[in-house]
């Protein structure tokens, strides 16, 4: 179970994120497979979530669980433009692969130049 201080910062956290890409909380809701009042209390700190839910904001906004619990302030935006008024979960899902593959691809590309220094 995660503490007060840490839920606080998660739910600021997410609130942030999910203003900034203009998706409410009912779709989040719903890509989350739990009720709106779930995600109400997540960003109002007073509830945590579960991993799963975690791993599944964490891939919607591109960032890392660790970015999303307030253990590091380490966060680079993916370059992704995605506009409708009325997303739903088939569309959170898509960005949600979207931003998974450009993670993967990033990571790739750090374990590449990593070796190279190494070399």
Known sequence: MIDGKLNKEMGKRIKKLRLSQNIN???????????QSTVA?????????NLNSLIKLSTLFGCSRDYLLGMTDEYDPLNFAFRSKNVDVKDLEAIA????IVLNIDFLNDLKEN?????
């Not at 692969?97 to 998974?100: E, P, S, Y």
């Not at 070796?115 to 070399?119: D, G």
């Open 25 to 35: 909380q009912s779709s989040v809701a719903d890509y989350l497979g739990v009720n």
């Open 41 to 49: 209390k997540a960003e109002s700190g007073d509830r945590s979530l």
């Open 97 to 100: 692969a979207i931003n998974k």
């Open 115 to 119: 070796k190279e220094n190494q070399e």
